[in-house]
């Protein structure tokens, strides 16, 4: 039952997300460098920031690489997340067929101050809904990564205003960012 209510609610919140307009976005955009600024502005001495290489219509916040040093996902096999330090050498695909580092060294939870996820949908409860892989929840069953702050990105008209279903391996995120609010 869980897993067709999650589809239900993909489907519902993938339509919705795939008409959120350019401005929109640019102002998600927006917030989510206002918020890394004041972050660091308040930890000082900020390590890498994880992002997220965009597709489908997400919120592209590739733009924090001017004043940040950032970190993408690659995914291997076995659902495992690991992140890399986005440096100058060409991106490759990973067993998702999404473009990231191909380092010889992944980055652990100490070297991260923050990861900021893309999100199909959030509720008030921060329980994230994304494409169903699992991949950062099974990062995040790791007490060290689960206390690395974990921010979703997402337009507010795809913010579910009742709670989205939960299953048991779902970790809620540390807070969201619309172009209408921080809610960290």
């Not at 955009?29 to 920031?49: Q, W």
């Not at 004043?67 to 890399?84: G, M, Q, T, V």
């Not at 440096?87 to 067993?95: A, G, H, N």
């Not at 949908?121 to 689960?146: A, E, I, M, P, Q």
Request: charged share 30%.
């Amino acid at each position: 039952m869980i897993l067709e209510n999650k589809k239900l609610e993909r489907d519902k919140f993938i339509k919705l997300r795939d008409g959120i307009s350019f401005d929109q976005r640019e102002n998600v955009e927006k917030n989510v460098r206002i918020y890394v600024d004041s972050f660091a502005k308040e930890y000082k001495n900020i390590g890498y920031i994880a992002i997220y290489w965009p597709l489908k219509n997400e919120v592209d916040i590739r733009s924090l690489k001017k004043k940040f040093s950032l970190a993408l996902p690659r995914c291997k096999d076995k659902n495992e997340l690991l992140f890399y330090p986005w440096d100058e050498e060409p991106l490759t695909k990973d067993s998702e067929g999404i473009l990231s580092p191909n380092n010889s060294f992944s980055l652990s939870y100490k070297q991260i101050s923050m990861i900021l996820v893309p999100c199909l949908s959030v509720d008030k409860n921060l329980t994230r809904l994304g494409y169903g892989g699992g991949y950062f929840d099974k990062l995040r069953t790791n007490n060290n990564w689960r206390n690395v702050p974990c921010i979703g990105v997402l337009a507010s008209n795809c913010v579910s205003t009742i709670p989205l279903t939960r299953a048991k391996w779902d970790i809620p995120l540390s807070g969201f960012i619309t172009e209408k609010e921080i809610f960290v």
